[in-house]
């Protein structure tokens, strides 16, 4: 898909723009982006080139495009880009941002003086760090990504049971282990230099899409540099918009994405958590006719009984109410989930009022 309509706009899908990312981001549809994905410079600082112990010369970066004249300067473009940045995300979407010791603090400070809310800050820790050759300070092993959401209020995609799935059904934690760019997948020259000097691995991408984004999505990144976040992006089924000023690093990109092939859609389906489900009140069965008014309900061990009325309430030891609030009240506790404690009996054996919701969840369904 080459361009998309967002209020009369024309949205540049699966494109690379080659230009200054804040006069792009300016021509770009409000509210047309669902998720932001940001790795800008991190100002360094190198005045002098670095050594290894042989005196052979590391192949850092002493780009023109990494260099500001101060603070203030490179505050003031943090912010500006931000802004636009802000100014495309839709209010559900969200924006992660990637830095080092260098600028993270400093982009932190005016995301939240920009309004964004901060929902996790994340390391990546590498397990290959470049040494600290002159042994004068720790080995700088990881880098810091800061997740953030429009607001505080904003509704922003997480899939949690995604990111369970990735981890042996563990919670994701918010340390990430994984080697910097390397072997194959670092991009070079025929020289041998590297043809950007802060290549991102993709499985970082990978990550960060899939925990953040749905498959038809439209991925941002406006500082694309050698095309990770469009390479995953296209792989996962989103879309993107890359924004890059140099032109080698967009040709580079270029290369890369017409060489790669997306996932097909049966392999883009994903976990999905009871959360995610279209929600079904116990009041729609009685409705739809999958459980009558009348019928007793147990708990699983038949401790306890409790009659099914006609407006979708139940009815037991003198109390009547929802089937989580009798479920709290015959247990003499806090709270229940009434879906699992409350089972019906059929054929012979108490089934749990969870498998009827299933039924009705599929009768509910709207058909394409």
């Known amino acids: 898909m080459g361009v998309g309509e967002k209020g009369g706009a024309r949205l540049p899908l699966d494109r690379i723009i080659v230009g200054d990312c804040i006069e792009a981001l300016g021509r770009l549809a409000e509210a047309s982006v669902d998720l932001v994905f940001a790795d800008p410079p991190y100002n360094l600082q190198l005045n002098s080139e670095l050594l290894r112990p042989d005196n052979s010369r590391v192949d850092g970066v ?47 400070a005016t995301l939240q003086d920009l309004g964004f809310w901060m929902l996790n800050d994340v390391i990546w820790r590498k397990t290959n760090p470049m040494p600290n050759f002159r042994g004068r300070r720790f080995t700088n092993a990881h880098e810091t990504l800061i997740w953030a959401s429009t607001g505080p209020k904003a509704r922003y995609t997480f899939n949690y049971e995604s990111m369970k799935a990735l981890n042996e059904d563990l919670q994701m934690r918010s340390d990430w282990l994984f080697p910097i760019c390397s072997g194959a997948e670092r991009l070079k020259q025929d020289s041998g230099r590297k043809t950007h000097p802060t ?99 147990y708990d699983q061990a038949a401790r306890h009984e409790a009659k099914v009325r006609a407006d979708g309430s139940i009815a037991s030891a003198g109390a009547q109410g929802s089937i989580h609030k009798i479920g709290a009240h015959v247990q003499g506790a806090l709270a229940c989930n009434g879906w699992t404690f409350w089972h019906y009996e059929a054929e012979g054996t108490l089934k749990p009022i969870d498998a009827l919701r299933e039924a009705a969840r599929r009768q509910l369904e709207p058909q394409a």
Request: charged share 20%.
């Open 62 to 108: 002493d780009d023109d495009w990494d260099k500001f004249g101060s603070f203030a300067a490179y505050d003031a473009f943090t912010r500006a880009w931000l802004q636009a940045c802000r100014r495309v995300l839709k209010p559900s979407g969200s924006l992660w941002v990637i830095g080092s010791y260098h600028n993270i603090f400093r982009v932190g």
């Open 199 to 297: 290549q991102k691995p993709e499985a970082l991408l990978h990550r960060v899409i899939l925990a953040s984004s749905h498959a038809g999505d439209v991925v941002l990144d406006p500082f694309l540099g050698s095309g990770t976040t469009a390479v995953a992006a296209k792989r996962l089924g989103r879309h993107f918009i890359g924004i890059e000023r140099e032109a080698a690093y967009a040709q580079a990109a270029e290369a890369r994405l017409a060489a790669l092939a997306p996932l097909d859609s049966a392999a883009l389906q994903v976990v999905k958590g009871k959360r995610a489900e279209a929600r079904v009140p116990f009041g729609a069965l009685v409705e739809l006719g999958l459980i009558v008014p009348g019928t007793v309900l």
